[in-house]
């Protein structure tokens, strides 16, 4: 394993005790960001963690994380760790086990390497770019499916940012006419390891944030799946708007959602 990878590694298993410990205890304090925008004391714990691990290891490299910010001079930075310490805090303060880690690495504005890590599975995802994708140490891909009729699609509400629900309603409604189902379980990092895992077909969300995305989408380029935005292109880590899927399933998502 790659290094870096396995000092991501390391920060997301630590940061998955902490979550296991907590989410045993209970009792938590739980703050609102915005309207159906939480925090936990817990999210904050994981992410000092995070944080202090690549720091020991890489006290040069640049953090993006969701509860701290950007740290200085990040802009500037070859490397830029994003970090989302639980992806899925709603789900994590109801008890309803899907939520995750996500740790990405950004090299020169390219993604070298991520971890998703499902600690109330025990769930670990890795990949460096050219080297595959891993679940469990064990190679996955993403499926062979070819017809969005027949496929298997996540997504993620527009939930904090209402204005494009209008349009969110149309997209969904095609999409529950022309797949095989839509799931909406609430955590995007995890929703795109399931497709680099082949356990979906397809995903699409708008309005997500870097964190929510990076590590998720390397591990799909690396399990043989497409990212894109919207209408296909390259700009999902700036636009939030996110499309993913096996190819042939990526181009017909892209055509409907057009
Ligand atoms: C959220 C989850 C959710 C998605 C939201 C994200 P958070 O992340 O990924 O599935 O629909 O857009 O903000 O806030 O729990 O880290």
Redesign the pocket.
């Given at each position: 394993m790659h290094p870096t990878l396995n000092i991501a590694v390391k920060a997301a298993r630590r940061a998955g005790s902490l979550i296991n410990r907590a989410s045993l205890a209970g009792g938590f304090e739980v703050k609102t960001k915005q309207a159906n925008?939480f925090v936990t004391e817990v999210d904050k714990a994981a992410e000092a963690e995070i944080i202090r691990v690549i720091r020991s290891a890489y006290p040069e490299h640049a953090i993006l994380a969701?509860e701290s910010g950007e740290s200085d001079g990040a802009a500037k930075n070859d490397t830029v760790w994003i970090i989302?310490p639980?992806?899925?805090?709603?789900n994590f303060i109801h008890g309803f086990p899907q939520?995750c880690i996500s740790i990405a690495v950004r090299q020169r504005g390219q993604l070298a390497h991520a971890v998703v890590f499902d600690p109330a599975k025990n769930e670990l995802y890795t990949a460096s770019k050219g080297r595959g994708a891993f679940l469990n140490e064990r190679r996955i891909r993403v499926t062979r499916c070819a017809l969005l009729r027949e496929a298997l699609i996540g997504t993620?509400?527009p939930?904090?940012e209402l204005g494009r629900l209008d349009l969110y309603m149309k997209q969904l409604r095609k999409m529950m006419a022309g797949t095989a189902g839509v799931r909406r379980?609430?955590?995007?990092?995890l929703?795109l390891a399931y497709v680099a895992a082949g356990r979906l077909d397809g995903f699409w969300?708008m309005?997500?944030?870097k964190?929510?995305m990076a590590a998720g989408a390397l591990l799909i380029k690396e399990a043989g799946g497409l990212v894109g935005g919207l209408t296909g292109e390259d700009d999902w880590f700036e636009s939030g708007d996110i499309v993913a899927g096996t190819p042939k399933v990526f181009a017909q998502l892209i055509d409907t959602l057009r």
């Open positions: 925008d969701e989302d639980i992806d899925g805090t709603t939520y993620g509400f939930f904090k379980a609430g955590s995007a990092a929703d969300e309005g997500l944030s964190w929510d």
